[in-house]
């Protein structure tokens, strides 16, 4: 079967830092990447997406990366802020219109 | 606040018990999902409710029994649960489970213990 995953498990950085979270995906069908950030006790928040056509998309603060050629997205994030300790995960969508998600890279940001 | 409610947040009940779930979103989207997460796992999709008719069921046992009235509430009703079943169950909803290009929005989950 098809499937998500993220190459590192844990990243740390200082408060400050710029941060880059990857995921590698296996599906060449999939259309539609989206990226979730899980705080403890809460459910995943929708934080940021991109479709196929792009390879580039910027929110605040986050840029989501789209190299289809070798099937890699990433999640950067800018000026890294203790409140961005979080699990961050990926999901993709393809022609099931169900997404599939990742194990998740837990963020910890040292002041 | 996501839009998406989840009561109870913690549930706590032995293995003979029967409990129910509920979800409700204040989107107005068509779409429900029950996801169950566990521990250093990928969200496992449980069912999908699109305009509420169900449209996946992925090979859920049947002590999980879902429920959807209407598009803007979701029940998963519970009944001899197991000690593996102990879990964070998630809610979400999204626009429409039949387009592709729309994420999901999700609840902050019940934190299921089987005692």
């Known amino acids: 079967g098809e499937s998500v995953g993220l190459h590192l498990p844990t990243l740390s950085v200082q408060e400050g830092d710029n941060s880059i979270i990857n995921c590698a995906y296996s599906n060449s069908a999939s259309d539609y990447f989206i990226w979730y950030k899980q705080e403890s006790g809460k459910g995943p928040q929708f934080i940021i997406d991109?479709?196929?056509?792009?390879d580039k998309r910027q929110g605040q603060r986050v840029t989501v990366l789209l190299n289809k050629t070798v099937k890699h997205l990433s999640l950067q994030i800018a000026a890294t802020q203790p409140g961005d300790s979080a699990v961050y995960f990926c999901?993709?969508?393809?022609?099931?219109?169900?997404?599939?998600f990742g194990r998740g890279t837990s963020l910890i940001v040292h002041p | 606040e996501t839009g998406v409610t989840q009561t109870p947040r913690h549930l706590v009940m032995g293995m003979t018990n029967k409990k129910s779930l509920k979800c409700e979103q204040h989107?107005?989207?068509?779409?429900m999902y029950w996801y169950k997460q566990s521990a250093k796992k990928p969200l496992e999709l449980m069912f999908v409710y699109n305009f509420k008719e169900q449209t996946e069921n992925n090979s859920v046992p049947s002590r999980f029994s879902p429920e959807c009235p209407n598009s803007s509430h979701l029940f998963l009703h519970l009944h001899t649960l197991q000690p593996e079943d102990s879990a964070l169950y998630l809610c979400?909803?999204?626009?429409?489970?039949?387009?592709?290009?729309?994420?999901?929005?999700f609840g902050d989950g019940t934190r299921l213990s089987i005692l």
């Open positions: 989107l107005g989207h068509n779409a």
């Open positions: 991109i479709r196929s056509n792009m």
């Open positions: 999901a993709e969508k393809g022609g099931s219109y169900i997404p599939t």
């Open positions: 979400a909803s999204s626009q429409d489970s039949g387009v592709s290009n729309q994420p999901q929005h």
